[in-house]
């Protein structure tokens, strides 16, 4: 009898036990399945989020396609900059997308919209003296910027080639050729983050919290509650402008058209005389800016054409048989401080005077004829604009955010679009975060 009670026992024992080992099976599978689940769910909709910010960038592309086939001229107040109905938190299924850019420097605003690529300075075509105008910068730090991007292996008298970078403890050969980024830059001697982005660590433009903390948390700030942003803004590896006019056809080139050119297209604005001066002077020297037909002498040859005239022409003729023109500077869209640097200090009141005319009645500028509606302006600083500036631009940065409310999903991309092709490309695409 007590032995079929130890075995009736044994038996529950091992009931028991089996019941219990199942159930932390079963409690492992639910907890896996679960795990599984909440794993695929964060996918689908960080994937929703990201799809969320692509849509931003391509609503960014249509805009400036539509932009580009209406408009003379890129400003400010398009709907590719300015446009808080397409880009501030648009609803779209189950989420919301929106394209932000910096405003007002001065007091933190932030703009629904894209960022003009040409209203910086490209790093590939600035010389020496526009890029010692950028804040605290030196020659220690320009030379090697130069000498990183040129074809030679000359280097400057504060520069770095191949054989500073290969001493280095992970070495590595100078380029010699051009930046594909601005973050390229972070390769070149003697450059640092705090040069390159200031406080503004993350590039989004906003004073936040850990950039206004002095050193708290990174980065180093001194929390004076303004945002010091470095070389970043000003800078950029990809503008240009298509040599065309604004009515998207081929210019003439001054310095390669002949007399037959020159006169089937400007000879209803120019004399024979005025187009047989022009080809006299370009052959003893060639124009380096459609701005030194005002006057230019070389060879004993001398051209002098009347500002009027000018202006009825200007959009129509180039310097150049490039069909880019690399590095150009939208004078509609570039900040004061980036004409600043371009002019220099002693051309601070015409910089003043060019921001003031596009934010008038009369502004903006449709080409660069009507910069010579600037009171006072002299020839010689019309010529200097003519040698950087734009009035259209080809190139654009777009930093598009997606975010799905009932899982705080957020994903963020920052795309360069290319709309002096047909159909638009992307050249560059970073996921943020």
């Known amino acids: ?112 919209g894209a960022v003009d690529e040409c209203s910086k300075i490209n790093i590939n075509t600035a010389d020496r003296e526009t890029l010692l105008r950028l804040p605290e910068a030196t020659e220690e730090i320009v030379d090697p910027i130069i000498d990183w991007r040129d074809s030679d292996d000359d280097q400057g008298e504060f520069g770095a080639e191949s054989d500073y970078y290969q001493s280095l403890p992970e070495p590595y050969e100078a380029k010699n050729d051009v930046y594909d980024s601005v973050e390229e830059l972070l390769l070149v001697k003697d450059m640092t983050l705090d040069i390159l982005y200031g406080e503004d660590v993350n590039t989004n433009g906003v004073l936040d919290l850990n950039e206004n903390d002095g050193d708290k948390s990174y980065p180093l700030d001194n929390a004076d509650g303004k945002l010091d942003r470095g070389w970043h803004p000003y800078l950029t590896a990809y503008s240009y402008e298509k040599n065309v006019s604004s009515t998207g056809e081929e210019r003439i080139n001054i310095n390669s058209a002949d007399q037959e050119t020159l006169q089937s297209a400007v000879g209803e604005d120019l004399s024979e005389t005025e187009i047989n001066s022009i080809i006299s002077v370009r052959d003893e020297e060639e124009f380096a ?24 022409i200007i959009d129509r003729i180039t310097t150049s048989d490039e069909e880019a023109l690399q590095g150009k500077v939208n004078l509609n869209t ?100």
């Open 1 to 112: 009898m007590s032995s079929k009670r130890s075995q009736k026992g044994m038996a529950l024992i091992v009931v028991l036990w089996l019941t219990a080992v199942l159930g932390i099976i079963t409690m492992l599978f639910y907890r896996q399945a679960t795990l599984s689940l909440k794993i695929n769910r964060n996918i689908n909709e960080s994937t929703q989020a990201r799809y969320l910010a692509e849509a931003g960038v391509y609503r960014v592309m249509a805009e400036l396609t539509l932009d580009g086939e209406q408009t003379q001229s890129d400003h400010l107040e398009e709907t590719w900059s300015m446009n808080q109905e397409a880009f501030g938190d648009v609803l779209l299924g189950d989420g919301v997308y929106r394209v932000t850019r910096l405003g007002s420097a001065e007091d933190n605003t932030v703009e629904y």
């Open 289 to 312: 800016s459609v701005g030194e037909l005002l006057d230019k002498s070389a060879g004993g040859q001398r051209v002098s054409i009347s500002r009027d005239k000018l202006k009825n």
């Open 334 to 433: 570039a900040s004061k401080e980036v004409l600043m640097i371009l002019l220099g200090e002693e051309n601070q009141e015409l910089v003043e005077k060019i921001v003031e005319y596009r934010q008038s009645g009369e502004g903006p500028f449709d080409d660069l004829g009507e910069v010579l509606d600037l009171d006072g302006i002299t020839d010689a600083q019309f010529q200097s604009i003519c040698e950087f500036a734009c009035t259209k631009s080809s190139v654009f940065s777009v930093r598009s955010a997606g975010y799905l409310e009932r899982s705080k999903a957020y994903k963020e991309i920052y795309a360069v679009v290319d709309r002096g092709v047909d159909p638009p490309e992307i050249r560059n695409w970073k996921v943020l975060r």
